[in-house]
């Protein structure tokens, strides 16, 4: 049981490239969510998924594209990379039960993304 | 929109020692509390859990959080800490909203244990 699986690990892009971070869970969560986590300001919510074909938008949606295709995948698309963006990005996935008691989250290992 | 005040960015502490690590949420009818770990170049990983029942809820490595609902806190705490607690530490609330779960996370807390 792999669980959240993270790829790349690291990546550099330069300035107004666009690339996919992608994020796969084998545990059959209905809920995946992205986070960018940066020095002093905790994990911030940039976008979120509470089924295959529904996506929302977080707290710091700009500059990224999501969709849910599939229960398991859940890629995170930069349309045109800023330094602003660089960061670690967390993906994360639980079982949602509506009215029902919240479960934890389970985390890949990150992506350690810089933009110069 | 919930919200999480961690107040202590970082908390050094010699080794052997107590520690209390603060969480204060903003009210609301009902919550779920959670305090998540991260070890350095890792993704975070639940620590424990308050759900329902039980305010006082223990974790499987010494840690344990009470649930204060009046006074609005999840606080940490272990009574003896050891080097291998040296970690950021996270508390998150979630509710649900719109008929689906919100996690809102602190700013987190980097514990630094001092031989």
């Known amino acids: 049981n792999a669980g959240v699986t993270q790829t790349p690990k690291f990546q550099v892009l330069k300035t107004g490239q666009s690339m996919t971070l992608q994020c796969a869970q084998d545990?059959?969560?209905?809920?995946m969510s992205w986070y960018r986590q940066d020095p002093g300001m905790g994990l911030r919510l940039i976008h979120y998924?509470?089924?295959?074909?529904?996506?929302d938008q977080g707290e710091v949606p700009n500059g990224y594209n999501v969709s849910r295709s599939t229960t398991e995948d859940f890629p995170l698309r930069l349309l045109s990379a800023a330094p602003s963006q660089t960061s670690v990005y967390f993906c994360?996935?639980?079982?949602?039960?509506?009215?029902?008691?919240?479960?934890?989250?389970?985390f890949g290992q990150g992506t350690r993304l810089t933009v110069v | 929109a919930q919200s999480v005040t961690q107040l202590d960015s970082q908390v050094p502490v010699f080794e052997e020692a107590p520690v209390e690590l603060r969480c204060n949420y903003s009210?609301?009818?009902?919550?779920?509390l959670f305090w998540y770990v991260q070890y350095p170049n890792q993704g975070l990983q639940l620590l424990l859990k308050?759900?329902?029942?039980?305010?006082l809820v223990e974790s499987i490595n010494g840690f344990e959080a009470e649930f204060n609902k009046s006074q609005t806190s999840f606080h940490l705490r272990k009574p003896s800490v050891h080097i291998s607690d040296t970690a950021e530490y996270f508390c998150?609330?979630?509710?649900?909203?719109?008929?689906?779960?919100?996690?809102?996370f602190g700013t987190g807390t980097k514990l630094q244990v001092i031989p």
């Open positions: 994360a996935s639980s079982y949602n039960a509506p009215g029902g008691p919240s479960t934890e989250a389970f």
């Open positions: 545990m059959n969560h209905e809920y």
């Open positions: 998924s509470v089924g295959a074909g529904i996506t």
């Open positions: 009210s609301s009818v009902s919550v779920y």
């Open positions: 308050y759900l329902s029942g039980s305010t």
């Open positions: 998150a609330v979630s509710d649900w909203s719109g008929g689906y779960q919100k996690v809102t």
